[in-house]
């Protein structure tokens, strides 16, 4: 499987609470969640995201709160793929369960710049910033979680698996 | 090969001998948990994994806390719909607001439905709380709770482990948060990612079960999966005084691997406070005192047991609260509200010019009864003090004890307790 679209550029530590803020956690509804995505650190975001955009942070990202609102929200607001330096485990998890393609990536974290077209290659871990031309090698993931994520989420990989 | 507490409970959830670092094991659960925010979204996904029932009906705790008593028409909507799920699946451990409710946290420890050696799982991230029990406990999202609700088991990774070695015995005004912020402030928000925090070492008997639950809580506010306590005198005296299941004892192997071994020096430690807008900005409180406040809030699933009112208290000794300063307390549960009655706390609050709210997460995710505005200051005994977690994006949060928090709301300012 592969994904691409332009890269919206984020830094450390992007908890949570500033994906999708308590005062939206009164309802499930994931398109009612999607726009207010990422709301208290960019509040243009939502308004500015196209289907298939690439999100890219740093070390941390989706630390906190266990909402699993919030890659609820980023996959329904249209983003392809989260890359960060280094994911919080329970967002790490909540987006394997719900089919919400991430890569782990020190490098392509840190050189990947707003703007840029990124491309990313699930299949070889291989991501691309063809606006640079640059391209970086991700960790794949172990087999159990490439089943996972080959199934679409736990559900599915659930059932398929009884 | 030796393992950590953690990787025992796991191996035996697991139906395995032993387990390693790094090894994704599917295990049993003793107990799955939701709240009014992440259960309806589990409810959705309940279905999808294919069977109409609960695996156990006694093995699934559901608490309206987080916007209950209903905040508004949405979150009523949230509640119902969870009561509605609690009703047609017989569960057995379904909180009603008032009657015997609370935030999840405080709650189900003092229920008895957790013991030393279960599994928990919740969606929650708090869930690590009860690692104060010799318990494995982690938060996780609405799916893997509805995948928990559903077959009774799930996957893990098995985490390697930090070792925190305590020794000494806390001063005067010193405790489990102060223990806590001062591990975060070392390690980072992300230090303990994919680790557990095992506890251990002589000064783990010096510290009452209210700090456990505070240092087991905020063991997520490192990043780590879970936060765990050794199973002594003062954890099995909590869990029969709570009539929870015989205890089932695991210990770490002495010659155990850990990543990393951090000693702390309880004696050595002072009140701290954690600036915004990271857990980790701790700074000790001396160094801070005077900044102006506007609001204070005791409470949460961090620090609104009867042992951290006691303590506020204590540190308001008779004094009133700040002209131009709200001061909020919110015990944690119904049981804690009543023995604070009838200690006369609530009384003492009341007094010095605090409100006493029921019990609910409220104010310290920004949900209600204490939302702060643009430019407002709080010194809060919650966990977090990201941007916009108590309110506006542009107010403050200041993480610190409860008894930093009393002396805060006096003072009208960042404070000592004297």
Known sequence: MKVSGKAHVYGDNVDTDVIIPARYLNTPDAQELAQHCLEDLDATFASRVARGDILVAGRNFGCGSSREHAPRAIKTCGVSCVIAATFARIFYRNALNIGLPIVECPDAAAAIRAGDAVAVDFDTGVITDETTGRTFRSEPFPPFMQELIAAGGLAAFWRARK | ????????????????????????????????????????????????????????????????????????????????????????????????????????????????????????????????????????????????????????????????????????????????????????????????????????????????????????????????????????????????????????????????????????????????????????????????????????????????????????????????????????????????????????LLAQFAAAGCVVSPPTCGPCLGGYMGILAAGERCVATTNRNFVGRMGHVESEVYLASPAVAAASAVAGALALPE
Not at chain 2, 11 to 19: I, L, Q, R, W
Not at chain 2, 105 to 116: I, M, Q, R
Not at chain 2, 167 to 192: E, F, Q, S, Y
Not at chain 2, 221 to 246: M, S, W
């Open chain 2, 1 to 344: 090969m030796a393992q950590t507490m953690t990787q025992k409970i796991l191996a035996a959830h697991a139906g395995k001998e032993e387990v390693r670092a790094g090894e994704l094991i599917l295990a049993k659960l003793d107990l799955v948990l939701g709240n009014d925010i992440t259960t309806p979204v589990a409810i959705g996904e309940f279905p999808k994994f294919g069977r109409a029932h609960v695996f156990d009906r006694t093995k699934i705790a559901l608490v309206p806390d987080h916007f209950a008593p209903n905040k508004d028409i949405k979150a009523a909507t949230q509640c119902a719909a969870m009561r509605a799920f609690a009703r047609e699946q017989g569960i057995v451990h379904y909180f009603e607001v008032g009657h015997d409710c609370g935030i999840e946290h405080a709650l189900l420890p003092e229920k008895g439905l957790v013991t030393a050696g279960d599994l928990v799982i919740g969606a929650d991230s708090h869930t690590c709380t009860y690692g104060a029990l010799g318990a494995f406990a982690t938060g996780v999202g609405s799916t893997d709770m509805a995948a928990g609700m559903s077959a009774g088991e799930t996957w893990f990774k098995v985490p390697g482990a930090i070792r925190v070695v305590l020794t000494g015995r806390p001063r005067r005004w010193v405790g489990g948060k102060d223990v806590i912020l001062h591990l975060i402030g070392l390690i980072g928000v992300d230090g303990a990612r994919y680790q557990s925090l095992e506890f251990t070492g002589p000064g783990v008997a010096a510290l009452a079960m209210d700090d456990r639950f505070t240092i087991a809580n905020m063991a997520i506010e490192a990043g780590a999966k879970n936060g765990i306590f050794p199973v002594d005198e003062t954890c099995r005296a909590y869990l029969a005084a709570h009539g929870a299941q015989a205890p089932k004892v695991f210990a770490a192997d002495p010659d155990a691997g850990y990543a990393r071994t951090i000693k702390i020096d309880l004696g050595a430690l002072e009140p701290l406070v954690a600036f915004p807008h990271l857990p980790s900005n701790v700074r000790p409180v001396r160094d801070a005192a005077g900044l102006p406040i506007d609001q204070v809030v005791i409470g949460s699933c961090t620090n609104g047991r009867l042992g951290d009112l006691r303590l506020a208290a204590a540190a308001l000794r008779g004094r009133t609260v700040a002209p131009g300063v709200r001061c909020i307390v919110i015990p944690a549960t119904q049981k804690i509200w009543l023995a604070a009655l009838e200690e006369g």
